[in-house]
């Protein structure tokens, strides 16, 4: 059975550019999160989703959107990126509703985005 | 108060022995609480979680013990072997979920051989 799938491993990106990460979830997994890793806040939820809904939204500034498609994949949009953003961004699929408390997540590997 | 506080930040453990790993919350309206664990390289995997409803759980060699009037849970790993050297993350999540898991900082183990 196929894990999380992330898209791309590795991404190097310039100041005020913007940027799209990639999930591919667990097969029927409905709900997908996102989180932002770094050393000094660790992690950090950015949003989650469920049924192409975002049900939830971490305290991150407008410039970090997302969605997630009708067979569950999802995608992050970071725009005007920032020195700061350099992060690793992960994703996590889930089988429950409520991600995370009914079902445990799965995490892909990740992304890691690099700004200069 | 959604901030959950691990330690340490770091642990050395002689192999055999037993690492214990402790995290304190402060929102009452917690009612999950997991385990991660992450290598180099790859993303968090869930180890153990509990709910407060039990003192602990046990899987293995990984052990979760809860103290709910004491806002306190640990994750206890006995037998520590040069495998399990890695980072450890506690987190937590109301099933309001309204802020996805909060995380504790880690905690960056290493099992002497």
């Known amino acids: 059975k196929a894990g999380v799938t992330q898209t791309p491993r590795y991404l190097i990106k310039t100041r005020g550019q913007q940027v799209t990460l990639s999930c591919s979830p667990i097969s029927g997994h409905r709900s997908v999160s996102w989180y932002q890793q770094t050393p000094g806040q660790g992690l950090q939820f950015l949003f989650e989703?469920?049924?192409?809904?975002?049900?939830n939204k971490g305290n991150f500034p407008g410039r970090f959107s997302g969605r997630q498609f009708s067979n569950s994949r999802s995608e992050m949009n970071v725009s005007t990126l920032e020195l700061g953003d350099s992060a690793l961004y992960l994703c996590a699929s889930s089988l429950g509703t409520v991600p995370g408390t009914n079902y445990g997540y799965t995490f892909g590997s990740g992304t890691r985005l690099t700004v200069v | 108060q959604q901030q959950v506080k691990q330690s340490p930040q770091s642990l050395i453990v002689q192999k055999g022995g037993i690492s214990i790993i402790n995290c304190a919350y402060e929102?009452?309206?917690?009612?999950?609480f997991p385990w991660y664990q992450q290598f180099p390289g790859k993303g968090p995997a869930l180890l153990i979680a509990?709910?407060?409803?039990?003192s602990e759980k046990k899987e293995g060699r990984f052990t979760i013990s809860f103290n709910k009037s004491a806002k306190q849970f640990s994750l206890h790993i006995m037998d520590s072997q040069p495998g399990d050297s890695a980072t450890y993350f506690c987190?937590?999540?109301?099933?309001?979920?309204?802020?996805?898991?909060?995380f504790g900082k880690g905690t960056h183990l290493i099992i002497q051989p």
């Open positions: 989703y469920f049924s192409e809904t975002q049900r």
């Open positions: 929102n009452t309206a917690f009612d999950y």
């Open positions: 987190a937590a999540r109301s099933g309001g979920g309204a802020d996805g898991l909060t």
């Open positions: 509990i709910r407060p409803d039990v």
